[in-house]
């Protein structure tokens, strides 16, 4: 299995620009989840699924946007990229059998 | 909503001794409790959990005791060796529903050689 898998580690966008960050897991995994990281500030919540169709909003989730529409696949996208996203964006996934959090290796974004 | 405090922010040791990271929370409903490692450039890990329904629970060189009185739990690392530097997260949560965590800032944990 390759667990959790996020693609690109590293973006340079300029404001404005819009993306995609791409987060797929192959342990059939029913909830996702997407979070930032910025120095000092711990693990944001920024959106999460329980299962492909539903997704729901976390602790930070304005300027993102999210869709499940396969078990395997939860993407990001940055509508209009602002200075203030500049961060490390984590995706994790978890199964209902478990509470344990297995986490992506990261995307490095910065917006210039 | 959960609310998670950490302390401290860092924590500089010596090989070989004791570390100490305390976390208090907010909702008396949170009954789950992990402990995440992060070490530099790498993705979090689980390294221990604990539920409402133990006081403490050990792993070797690490342990975690919960007082769900005062709404405070801690993660203990005994005999720190080089390695255990990393950013550890504690994080709260209930295990109802769909369990979404709320993390602390985290402690950035140096282990002086």
């Known amino acids: 299995n390759a667990g959790v898998t996020q693609t690109p580690k590293f973006q340079v966008l300029k404001t404005g620009q819009s993306m995609t960050l791409q987060c797929a897991q192959d342990?059939?995994?029913?909830?996702m989840s997407w979070y930032r990281q910025d120095p000092g500030m711990g693990l944001r919540l920024i959106h999460y699924?329980?299962?492909?169709?539903?997704?729901d909003q976390g602790e930070v989730p304005n300027g993102y946007n999210v869709s499940r529409s396969t078990t395997e696949d939860f993407p990001l996208r940055l509508l209009s990229a602002a200075p203030s996203q500049t961060s490390v964006y984590f995706c994790?996934?978890?199964?209902?059998?478990?509470?344990?959090?297995?986490f992506g290796p990261g995307t490095r974004l910065t917006v210039t | 909503g959960e609310n998670v405090e950490q302390h401290p922010s860092t924590l500089s040791v010596q090989e070989g001794d004791s570390a100490v990271i305390k976390c208090t929370y907010s909702?008396?409903?949170?009954?789950?409790f992990p402990w995440y490692k992060q070490e530099l450039g790498k993705r979090p890990q689980l390294i221990i959990d604990?539920?409402?329904?133990?006081g403490e629970k050990k792993d070797q060189r690490i342990a975690v005791t919960l007082n769900k009185t005062a709404k405070h739990f801690s993660l203990h690392i005994t005999e720190t060796q080089p390695e255990d530097s990393a950013v550890y997260f504690c994080?709260?949560?209930?295990?109802?529903?769909?369990?979404?965590?709320?993390f602390g800032r985290g402690t950035s944990l140096i282990v002086h050689p």
């Open positions: 604990i539920r409402s329904n133990v």
């Open positions: 342990m059939n995994h029913e909830y």
């Open positions: 994080a709260a949560s209930t295990t109802g529903g769909s369990y979404i965590p709320t």
């Open positions: 994790a996934s978890r199964t209902s059998g478990s509470y344990e959090q297995y």
């Open positions: 699924s329980v299962g492909a169709g539903i997704t």
């Open positions: 909702d008396s409903a949170s009954n789950y």
